[in-house]
């Protein structure tokens, strides 16, 4: 099973990202498959497994959550064409080159930022996140795109 997370970035040009093995863990660490560095991805934010055909996205406890087709998962079986936010990007799911063309369909989601009062105060934790960041929905705004994906070849569409 052949496996991309395509990229969908506002101005229409997409980049598209080979999971490198059958476990593909996805956050803000370097040593993640698909490192995000943006402080709304979680250090170990998801993973996506495919075994024996079929294929899996796992939240692995972020603070954002993992979207599937616009709706928060813990764990849900995922399909061609299926589109995954995480953090500030939304990817499109490609299996075996499938679904071809591609666009983006609507807004990414983002939750409203959250009103802290001073009881709520407390220090960080390792995962934590500031709401400012609730509108970055555009991955060039994050410095040198092409290393996102460790040890891996990239190809990018500007269709």
């Known amino acids: 099973m052949d496996v991309n997370l395509v990229l969908l970035k506002k101005n229409g040009s997409r980049k598209v990202f080979p999971l490198p093995s059958s476990v593909t863990v996805i956050g803000r660490r370097h040593d993640c498959d698909l490192c995000i560095p943006h402080m709304s991805v979680s250090r170990r934010h998801c993973q996506l497994n495919h075994n024996g055909g079929i294929l899996k996205v796992r939240d692995l406890g972020s603070r954002n959550g993992t979207i599937l087709n616009g709706k ?18 939304k990817f499109v799911l490609q299996i075996d080159g499938q679904p071809k063309d591609i666009i983006l369909s609507g807004p990414v989601t983002r939750k409203q930022p959250k009103q802290i009062t001073p009881a709520e105060n407390k220090p960080a934790d390792e995962d934590a996140t500031d709401d400012q960041f609730a509108s970055f929905t555009d991955i060039d705004d994050i410095d040198d795109v092409d290393s996102l994906l460790n040890d891996s070849d990239l190809s990018e569409d500007d269709n």
């Open 72 to 89: 928060r998962v813990d764990e849900a079986a995922v399909q061609k064409g299926d589109y995954i936010e995480v953090g500030p990007l």
